[in-house]
């Protein structure tokens, strides 16, 4: 039980956080789905307009490159290590996405979801499992219950 005093294994706050990101993302998108036509019929000016998809194609890329290289600046290792890079690789992927939706609802180009696929491919990738964990500096650790494979005869122990 989690409660106040009682600490998070950082690997399970990993999952958490990222599953929230994505989530929070995807409520974006219903948003701007709803809302965004009501946008475009007020008109969206041009100029704006044409400077928001290249803007976006910058965003887009470079929060997908950022969200790899950034962690790897951290030189600290171990479990308490690995998730403050676990979230800073979210969050740079979780705001170009979030860029990419609201040029979308302005705009309404299919070009705005597009380009979201690179920074929501981005975070899909940043999904906390072994290997990325491992890679973030953090232990093989204990994958949260639900979490994973179940292990079956010939199953290595974690």
């Known amino acids: 039980m989690v409660g106040p005093g009682i600490p998070v294994a ?10 929230a990101m994505l989530a929070g993302l995807l409520v974006l998108l219903v948003v701007a789905a709803v809302i965004g036509p009501s ?25 997908l490159v950022a969200s790899r290289l950034v962690p790897r600046l951290v ?3 171990g479990e308490q290590a690995a ?13 170009g996405a979030a860029f990419a939706v609201v040029v979308w609802m302005l705009t ?17 990738a940043c999904w906390p499992g072994d290997a990325r964990w491992e890679a973030l500096g953090g232990g093989p650790g204990a994958v949260p219950r639900g979490f994973g494979p179940r292990p079956g005869p010939g199953a290595r122990p974690r």
């Open 108 to 124: 309404g180009t299919p070009l705005a979801l597009a380009l979201l696929l690179l920074p929501l491919g981005g975070l899909v």
């Open 75 to 77: 030189k600290a290792v």
């Open 83 to 95: 998730l403050p890079k676990q979230i800073m690789a979210c969050a740079l992927c979780d705001a």
């Open 10 to 19: 950082p690997r399970r706050a990993a999952f958490i956080i990222w599953g």
């Open 39 to 63: 946008v475009r019929e007020e008109g969206v000016d041009a100029q704006l307009a044409g400077v928001l998809l290249p803007l976006l194609a910058l965003v887009a890329a470079g929060t």
